[in-house]
C-alpha cells in the first residue's frame, strides 16, 4: 500500500504525528512546520525535532511565511492556534482577531494544493464564533471549503467521553475533496436523498460518527445552503450569516446539516490511574503559606468589583471541587497548569496525601504522549505546551478511519 503523505501545520510537540503514526505505519509526515511567536527559545520545536529527528521538512518560521513551500501531499492536519475563539479570553474576535487570521493560512494552503484529505482540531467554541454573529466564522471555514470542492464533517468532542484521561472538548473537522472515492459516494447518496443521507452520515457512516459512534441524537436540526444563490460572495457570510450550529454537522454541496448527538460512551481512565505513585518533587506541593488564596481562588464568590472606569459589580461564581476528584477524568488542561489560580488542578498526592498541582509527566498522560515526551525544557514550557497539545488518542481514532479509505 502506498505511504499517505501528510503535512503537519502548527505541530507543536507533534500531537497529530503521534496519533496518526499510532493509527498506521502508512501515515508518513512529509512536512512540518512549528514557531512560537515572541520566544528566543523554540521549545515545541526542539521538543518535536528531538523525537521526530532533524530535516529540512522540519520547519521553525512564521507559517505565513513558508506556506508557499509546503509540498504536494494527500492529508493536511493541524490544530491552529485557537485563543480568538476561546472563551478564556473576553474580547475574543473570532476569524477576524489576530489568531483567528491562521485560518487564512491553511486555507492558502488549501488553494494551492488540494490534498484530498484535511483534519484540523481547534476549540469547542470555534463553531459558534463569534458571541456577537454566531455561527458566522464556522460558516466562513465551510464556505472556504465549498469552494474548493470540499465536503465537511465536524463534531465537538469531548476526550473524555471517548475513554480517555481528560475532559476536553474540542472541535475536530474532518474535510475530503471531490477527487475522492468516499466524497463521490456521499455525493450520489445526497443526489437521491438530501437530508436523509446527511443525516445518515452525521450519525453512523461519516468518518467523524465511524471514529466516535454515536448513541443517539436530539431531533431539531439545523439545515441551511452556504452557497452562491444565497450568499453570493464571501463578504455576503462575513455580513449576513447568523447560525446556530449544533456539535456534530455536514457540509456538502454547500448545504449544512446540524444537529446535536449524543456520544456512545466509552469509560474514562480516572484521574487517579494517571498520577505519579512515588514520590514527588517538594516542588509541586501547595505552600502551607499559599492554601488561603487556593481556598479563596477555588471557592464560590459574591463581591463587589470594580471596572476599569471605577464604576462598581457584583461578581458572582460558583465553588470549584478542592482537591480535584480523583475517581474522574480530569477538567481541561490550561497552558498555565500549576499556577496560583482557579483553572489549576490541585490533587491529593496517593503517597504522602499531602495537596499538590500536576506534575508535567502528569500532564502529559492526560493528554496520552509518553510519559517525559517534553523533557529538557523548563517546567513552565513543558505545562504550557501540553495545554496547548491535543489528546492523541483522539487522532488516533479518525486516523483509524481514514487509511483504510482508499487515499491515493
Ligand atoms: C494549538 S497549538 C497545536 C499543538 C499541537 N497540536 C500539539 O499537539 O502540540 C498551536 C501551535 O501553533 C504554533 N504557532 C503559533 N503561531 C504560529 C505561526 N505563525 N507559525 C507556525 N506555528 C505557529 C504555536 O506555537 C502552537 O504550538
Not at 70 to 78: A, I, N, Q, R, T
Not at 217 to 242: A, C, G, N
Amino acid at each position: 500500500m502506498d505511504d499517505i503523505r501528510v503535512v503537519e501545520l502548527f505541530a507543536g510537540v507533534g500531537g497529530f504525528r503521534l496519533g496518526l503514526e499510532a493509527a498506521s505505519e502508512r501515515f508518513k509526515v512529509i512536512w512540518a512546520n512549528q514557531w512560537e511567536p515572541y520566544q528566543n527559545e523554540q521549545f515545541a520545536f526542539s521538543c518535536y525535532t528531538r523525537h521526530f529527528g532533524t530535516s529540512p521538512s522540519h520547519i521553525c518560521a512564521d507559517i505565513a511565511k513558508v506556506k508557499a513551500n509546503v509540498p504536494e501531499h494527500d492529508l493536511l492536519v493541524g490544530g491552529f492556534p485557537c485563543q480568538d475563539y476561546s472563551i478564556l479570553k473576553k474580547d475574543a474576535k473570532g476569524i477576524e482577531g489576530t489568531k483567528g487570521r491562521f485560518w487564512w493560512e491553511i486555507d492558502a494552503i488549501l488553494e494551492k494544493r488540494r490534498p484530498k484529505y484535511v483534519i484540523l482540531e481547534n476549540v469547542d467554541r470555534l463553531v459558534r464564533s463569534p458571541a456577537r454573529q454566531i455561527g458566522r466564522d464556522f460558516s466562513i471555514i465551510l464556505r472556504c471549503f465549498y469552494e474548493k470542492g470540499y465536503a465537511v464533517e465536524w463534531r465537538v468532542v469531548n476526550a473524555a467521553d471517548y475513554g480517555c484521561a481528560q475532559r476536553r472538548r474540542r472541535t475536530f473537522i474532518v474535510a475530503y475533496h471531490n477527487t475522492t472515492a468516499f466524497y463521490r459516494r456521499l455525493a450520489e447518496d445526497v443526489c437521491k436523498q438530501w437530508l436523509k443521507t446527511m443525516h445518515r452520515y452525521v450519525v453512523t457512516d461519516g468518518i467523524m460518527a465511524q471514529a466516535f459512534p454515536v448513541h443517539s441524537f436530539r431531533k431539531d436540526y439545523f439545515d441551511q445552503w452556504i452557497d452562491e444563490l444565497i450568499f453570493p460572495s464571501m463578504h455576503d457570510v462575513t455580513e449576513r450569516q447568523h447560525a446556530r450550529l449544533h456539535d456534530a454537522g455536514i457540509m456538502i454541496n454547500g448545504r449544512i446539516y446540524s444537529l446535536e448527538v449524543v456520544p456512545q460512551r466509552i469509560p474514562p481512565i480516572q484521574l487517579k490511574d494517571i498520577l505519579e505513585r512515588g514520590i514527588v518533587n517538594e516542588r509541586y506541593f501547595l505552600k502551607e503559606n499559599e492554601l488561603p488564596q487556593w481556598i479563596y481562588k477555588k471557592g464560590a464568590k459574591r463581591e463587589i468589583r470594580k471596572r476599569a472606569d471605577g464604576s462598581e459589580y457584583v461578581f458572582t461564581e460558583g465553588a470549584m471541587a478542592f482537591p480535584d476528584p480523583l475517581d474522574k477524568p480530569s477538567r481541561t488542561l490550561v497552558t498555565s497548569e500549576t499556577k496560583l489560580s482557579r483553572t489549576s488542578h490541585v490533587v491529593q498526592d496517593l503517597l504522602t496525601g499531602r495537596l499538590r498541582t500536576l506534575t508535567p509527566i502528569e500532564c502529559e498522560r492526560l493528554n496520552g504522549f509518553a510519559d517525559d515526551w517534553t523533557a529538557g525544557m523548563p517546567d513552565k514550557m513543558r505545562y504550557f505546551c501540553m495545554g496547548n497539545a491535543l489528546v492523541v488518542p483522539m487522532v488516533t481514532k479518525i486516523g483509524n478511519i481514514i487509511y483504510k479509505l482508499n487515499i491515493r
